[in-house]
Structures are given as structure tokens and as C-alpha cells.
């Protein structure tokens, strides 16, 4: 029997296999103290390992062979999920989850989880940094200051934000308190977002723009706030870089796989950009100390330290989200946040099995069909209030015959069993 998964639906009970209370759990990463006591409060034997690298991690969860991994900025591979052989979730403690390889923990039936959000007011203010070093060239006059240089007169000559236009690509929780703050700015607010309707732009009170092109044509800043995605990788390009107004400032906090850097650096050339960025196309891994990308080397260009997130505000919401994850997982078999559920399964009908609740019951279902060859994608088991019945939704691969579906029928406990198509 296989299960379906949806990137906007905690996994079912059915479909979970959670450990009990005493589940390990390796953490391959720092984490805030309170998650690490709030996880052993809940009976769990965690194995923190805040040093742990990549080329280690699969060699660690062979040893400790844990039910649940942390991680933050830890890459896992394919050969973790080989490693494990009770690994059934994994947590990002932090929204995206591009470092994880998901196809992999899907093909091992291990869920993905992350906490998103939670971060939102720590990214928005770096973001918010950013801009500001841009348009008055703080590191710059910092810079000079400390080299014993007074230059009021250069320094002087900024544009300035109240008036203008902030645009946004991403239109998620980060995203709208990016928003937030650039209206607090005086600042004309327009944005793309793939779920973005012209109406709930209205409610938000900002312009709707209908492509990424768009928010570049239109704005004087232009802030990028999406996941790392095939669809999103290079999105800004020399199409996206044209499109940019000169002298336009453009921040980027997101994930440096969605900017071309060879484009961005010709622009920054030609169009005069200045540009803020939290991230890079080559950032070192958690435990390196050198970096090189040579983006920063540009002039106009200011740089953090992908430290966006880390606030110690935003890593205690983070740890406690964390927390709540493992708790349901282990109280309920639900995964909330998960990210790695399938939005559609191969199901092409579902059987309805109204029963008494009595054991052998699904067996017998479950039997026939297998004698069938049919496959179950999902099911659930609804039980009636005061348990003497309950309703199986069984959605399967293909459609049982009269006979089979008659055999299913034969058992005294089934109340009725009925066929349906499925609409995806």
C-alpha cells in the first residue's frame, strides 16, 4: 500500500508510522537550548551534534540511528536516508528546505517538514538593513569613517525611499512584512506573487503586478522573497536585470540560486545597481570560514552574512515550532508543515466501505483487492461516534470488477461498499 502526500496538509494518521515517546532524535545543527530541553521533556533521547557537516551525516545517523533529524543549514543527501534505518522525519528548523534532498526522503517514505514563518520578522528586518545600507551607503561611510575620511558633501547626495516604489516578488510571510514595513517607509508598494490575485492585492493594500517583469519595470527597489525552486532558479536574469529601472537597488535574502550573478554583475556595470544580499550562488558550507564569491567585490554592493534568520527572537520561535512538530508526529502520527506530501495520487476511483467496527473487517477489503492486483494510494477510517461503525475511503489504482466488488460485500460486517471515480 502506498500513500499520497500534500505540500499543504498534515499526513494522517494512516499514513504515518511514528515512533513512540522514546523516539532519538539527532540534531545536526546548533539549536537553541529550550527546543533541545523541550524535546527531551517530551521523553525523547536527543543526540545533539551542532558541528556535524554534510560529509559526516550519514555516518552519524548510522551510529545513532535516530527516528527524527534536525537540521538548519546541514545539507542531507540521498546516502543519510540510506543510512537510516528508522529515519521517518526530517525538520528543517527554518522555512525553506532546498538543502534537504526530498525526492530522496519521499523514495524512502521519510517525511520533510520545515517551520515557516516563524523567521518572517527577522528576514523582513535584514531586508529592511539592506536597503537602507543601499540607499545611504552606511558600510561605505562606516568604512571611511574608520579610515580617518570625512566626505559629508558625497555622502549626501542620496536618493532617498519615502515616495518611491518598493516591488516584491514572493508575496509569502516574509514577503508581506517587507510590505508592511515599506508602507510604515511612505513607500508605493507593488508586488508578484504566483497566488496573488489583483483582489487580495487590493486587500493588502499594494499594486498587483502579473510577472516578476513587471515589479522591475515598476519599482525603485526591488526585494526578492521565493523558495528555491526549479521554476525560480536564475530568475533574475538579463531579462529581469534589464527590466530594472537605473540606479534601481535590488535585495536579495531569499536563496542565491534564484539570481544569475554573471547577469546581476553586468548590470551592476551598466545600469549603475546597488544590490543587498543576504545569500550567494557560492556560499561556504556551515563549518567554512573562507568566502569568495567575487559579487561583493562590485562596487554597490553590500553584503551579509546569511544571517537573516538569525535573530535570537526568530530561533526560539523556530526551536518551539520544532518542538510542536515532534509532538504531534509522536501523539497523533500527523506531520504538520509537511512539504512532501503528493498533491495527487495515481488513485482513478475510491471505494467507500461503510462497516461495523470489528476486527477482519478491512483485512478481508484489503485481501481481495490484493488478490486483485489493485494497489491502495490513500485511505482513511472514519469511526462513528460511539464506535460501533465507522467509513473507509479507500482510493485505488484501478476499478475492482462486479465480482470482486461482490466479494468485498459477502462479509457480514460490511454495511455497503460503493464505487466512485476520482476528479483530480
Given at each position: 500500500?502506498?500513500?499520497t502526500?500534500s505540500?499543504?496538509?498534515?499526513?494522517?494518521?494512516?499514513?504515518?508510522?511514528?515512533?513512540?515517546p522514546?523516539a532519538?532524535?539527532l540534531?545536526?545543527?546548533?539549536f537553541?537550548?529550550?527546543?533541545?530541553?523541550?524535546a527531551r521533556?517530551?521523553?525523547c533521547?536527543?543526540e545533539?551534534?551542532?558541528?556535524?557537516?554534510?560529509?559526516?551525516?550519514?555516518?552519524?545517523?548510522?551510529?545513532?540511528n535516530?527516528?527524527?533529524l534536525?537540521?538548519?543549514?546541514?545539507k542531507?543527501p540521498?546516502?543519510?536516508?540510506?543510512?537510516g534505518?528508522?529515519l521517518?522525519?526530517?525538520i528543517?528548523?527554518g522555512a525553506?528546505y532546498?538543502?534537504?534532498d526530498?525526492?530522496a526522503a519521499?523514495?524512502?517514505?521519510v517525511?520533510?517538514?520545515?517551520?515557516?514563518g516563524?523567521n518572517?520578522?527577522?528576514?523582513?528586518?535584514?531586508?529592511?538593513g539592506?536597503?537602507l545600507?543601499?540607499d545611504?551607503?552606511?558600510?561605505?561611510q562606516?568604512?571611511?569613517l574608520r579610515?580617518?575620511?570625512?566626505d559629508?558633501?558625497?555622502?549626501?547626495?542620496?536618493?532617498?525611499?519615502?515616495g518611491?516604489t518598493?516591488?516584491i516578488?514572493?508575496?509569502?510571510?516574509?514577503?508581506?512584512?517587507?510590505?508592511?514595513?515599506g508602507?510604515?517607509?511612505?513607500?508605493?508598494?507593488?508586488?508578484?506573487?504566483?497566488?496573488?490575485?489583483?483582489?487580495?492585492?487590493?486587500?493588502l493594500d499594494?499594486?498587483?503586478?502579473?510577472?516578476?517583469?513587471?515589479?522591475?519595470?515598476?519599482?525603485?527597489?526591488?526585494?526578492?522573497?521565493?523558495?528555491s525552486?526549479?521554476?525560480?532558479?536564475?530568475?533574475?536574469?538579463?531579462?529581469?536585470?534589464?527590466?530594472?529601472?537605473p540606479?534601481?537597488?535590488?535585495?536579495n535574502t531569499s536563496?542565491?540560486?534564484?539570481?544569475?550573478?554573471?547577469?546581476?554583475?553586468?548590470a551592476?556595470?551598466?545600469?549603475g545597481?546597488r544590490?543587498?544580499?543576504?545569500?550567494?550562488?557560492?556560499?561556504?558550507?556551515p563549518?567554512?570560514?573562507?568566502?569568495?564569491d567575487?559579487?561583493?567585490?562590485?562596487?554597490?554592493?553590500y553584503?551579509?552574512?546569511?544571517?537573516g534568520?538569525?535573530?535570537?527572537?526568530?530561533?526560539?520561535a523556530?526551536?518551539?515550532?520544532?518542538?510542536?512538530?515532534?509532538?504531534?508526529?509522536?501523539?497523533?502520527?500527523?506531520?504538520?508543515?509537511?512539504?512532501?506530501?503528493?498533491?495527487?495520487?495515481p488513485?482513478?476511483?475510491?471505494?467507500?466501505?461503510?462497516?461495523?467496527?470489528?476486527t477482519?473487517?478491512?483485512?478481508?477489503?484489503?485481501?481481495?483487492?490484493?488478490?486483485?492486483?489493485?494497489?491502495?494510494?490513500?485511505?482513511?477510517?472514519?469511526?462513528y461516534?460511539?464506535?460501533?461503525?465507522a467509513?473507509?475511503?479507500?482510493?485505488?489504482?484501478?476499478?475492482?470488477s462486479?465480482?470482486?466488488?461482490?466479494?468485498?460485500?459477502?462479509?457480514?460486517?460490511?454495511?455497503?461498499?460503493?464505487?466512485?471515480?476520482v476528479?483530480?
Amino acid at each position: 500500500m502506498t500513500t499520497t502526500r500534500s505540500s499543504t496538509s498534515a499526513a494522517s494518521p494512516a499514513s504515518a508510522s511514528a515512533p513512540g515517546p522514546t523516539a532519538t532524535i539527532l540534531i545536526a545543527d546548533k539549536f537553541e537550548p529550550s527546543g533541545i530541553a523541550a524535546a527531551r521533556a517530551l521523553g525523547c533521547q536527543v543526540e545533539s551534534q551542532p558541528d556535524l557537516n554534510t560529509a559526516d551525516l550519514a555516518a552519524a545517523i548510522a551510529e545513532t540511528n535516530p527516528h527524527i533529524l534536525i537540521v538548519r543549514s546541514t545539507k542531507v543527501p540521498a546516502a543519510a536516508f540510506d543510512a537510516g534505518e528508522q529515519l521517518s522525519l526530517v525538520i528543517r528548523a527554518g522555512a525553506g528546505y532546498d538543502n534537504i534532498d526530498v525526492a530522496a526522503a519521499s523514495d524512502h517514505g521519510v517525511f520533510v517538514a520545515n517551520c515557516p514563518g516563524k523567521n518572517a520578522c527577522a528576514v523582513a528586518e535584514m531586508t529592511w538593513g539592506l536597503i537602507l545600507a543601499c540607499d545611504r551607503r552606511i558600510p561605505d561611510q562606516t568604512a571611511d569613517l574608520r579610515r580617518g575620511v570625512w566626505d559629508k558633501k558625497g555622502y549626501g547626495k542620496s536618493r532617498g525611499l519615502f515616495g518611491r516604489t518598493l516591488g516584491i516578488v514572493g508575496l509569502g510571510r516574509i514577503g508581506r512584512e517587507v510590505a508592511r514595513r515599506g508602507r510604515a517607509f511612505g513607500m508605493n508598494v507593488v508586488a508578484y506573487s504566483r497566488s496573488l490575485t489583483p483582489e487580495q492585492a487590493e486587500e493588502l493594500d499594494l499594486v498587483y503586478c502579473a510577472s516578476p517583469l513587471d515589479v522591475a519595470k515598476a519599482a525603485d527597489v526591488v526585494s526578492i522573497h521565493v523558495a528555491s525552486t526549479p521554476d525560480t532558479a536564475k530568475l533574475v536574469d538579463d531579462r529581469f536585470c534589464e527590466a530594472l529601472q537605473p540606479n534601481a537597488i535590488l535585495i536579495n535574502t531569499s536563496r542565491g540560486a534564484v539570481v544569475d550573478e554573471a547577469a546581476l554583475t553586468r548590470a551592476i556595470r551598466k545600469k549603475g545597481l546597488r544590490v543587498g544580499l543576504d545569500v550567494y550562488g557560492q556560499q561556504p558550507a556551515p563549518t567554512e570560514k573562507a568566502f569568495e564569491d567575487p559579487i561583493v567585490q562590485e562596487s554597490g554592493v553590500y553584503g551579509t552574512h546569511h544571517a537573516g534568520a538569525s535573530t535570537d527572537q526568530a530561533q526560539e520561535a523556530i526551536a518551539a515550532e520544532t518542538v510542536r512538530i515532534i509532538a504531534t508526529y509522536l501523539a497523533r502520527g500527523e506531520v504538520p508543515n509537511c512539504v512532501n506530501r503528493a498533491d495527487a495520487s495515481p488513485a482513478t476511483c475510491l471505494l467507500t466501505v461503510r462497516h461495523l467496527n470489528r476486527t477482519g473487517v478491512l483485512a478481508h477489503v484489503f485481501h481481495v483487492l490484493s488478490d486483485a492486483g489493485i494497489n491502495v494510494e490513500e485511505m482513511e477510517n472514519i469511526i462513528y461516534e460511539g464506535a460501533k461503525a465507522a467509513c473507509a475511503r479507500i482510493r485505488l489504482d484501478d476499478r475492482p470488477s462486479p465480482e470482486q466488488l461482490s466479494t468485498i460485500r459477502s462479509n457480514d460486517h460490511i454495511l455497503s461498499a460503493d464505487l466512485a471515480d476520482v476528479r483530480h
